[in-house]
């Protein structure tokens, strides 16, 4: 996931003349989140490379093209379905042209024609949303700077879709479902730990279920 998240965003910073500061501190974050993986080879170049551009404190052309030496999209994963691998490019594109709060014109051309090179992804969240949101700004052939804010708070928010509330959290009498695979057990042993803490488990979702909790490897 991090490695086609970063994928992601070197597609987008690969077509634009100038890297943005937001979009440099993108960069910088995804070195420190992923610096526990150096023991791994293909982590330890990318590392090594970015670490070299980071203490630079810019990235120009030949930065992007050393990048794109080392990053490669993961397209097989025992893990992941080739759908989700794309999706992951696909965060990745949508983080870096929301790094700075708002999305050009440019930007919603050159993310219509990766869309429209990755179409297998129709019927995929959130591709579908993705691209009716682009369709309708492009059609419209510009926009303000108020819609470029907007446009980027709808993107951001289809790619993490969980709002803050203040409400407190409880599990008591809480119907919950289970999807995907889980790091710290299988099912079994997550269910049996949300009931020890009063929640009722449900096989299905539906509008009665309180709570999806959804496996940090993912699902199929």
């Known amino acids: 996931r991090s490695l086609n998240n970063l994928y ?32 791994y080879l293909v982590f330890h170049k990318i590392s090594l490379e970015l670490k070299r551009i980071l203490d630079k404190g810019h990235m120009d052309g030949s930065d992007k093209k050393s990048l794109v030496n080392v990053v490669e999209f993961v397209s097989v994963s025992s893990i992941y379905s080739n759908k989700t691998l794309k999706i992951q490019v ?44 682009t369709n309708v700004r492009l059609n419209q052939g510009f926009i303000t700077f108020e819609e470029q804010e907007d446009i980027s708070n709808q993107f951001k928010e289809l790619i993490t879709p969980i709002k803050n509330t203040n409400e407190s959290f409880t599990l008591k009498n809480k119907t919950f479902c289970l999807s995907g695979e889980f ?27 309180d709570y999806l909790f959804v496996g940090d490897l993912g699902s199929p």
Not at 9 to 17: A, D, S
Not at 18 to 26: G, K
Not at 93 to 122: C, F, G, P
Not at 183 to 209: D, F, P, R
């Open 8 to 39: 992601g965003m070197l597609r987008v910073v690969l077509f634009e003349e100038y890297i943005s500061e937001p979009q440099f501190m993108l960069f910088e974050e995804w070195y420190g989140n992923n610096l526990q993986y150096n023991q």
């Open 90 to 133: 696909l965060q990745g594109i949508i983080k870096a042209i929301t790094a700075d709060n708002k999305v050009t014109l440019e930007e919603l051309t050159n993310l219509k024609r990766w869309m429209m090179r990755n179409t297998s992804l129709r019927g995929s969240y959130p591709y579908d949303k993705i691209l009716k949101i």
């Open 183 to 209: 790091k710290h057990g299988n099912k079994e042993k997550i269910t049996y730990l949300l009931e020890k803490e009063g929640a009722i488990s449900k096989s299905s979702v539906s509008g009665k279920v």
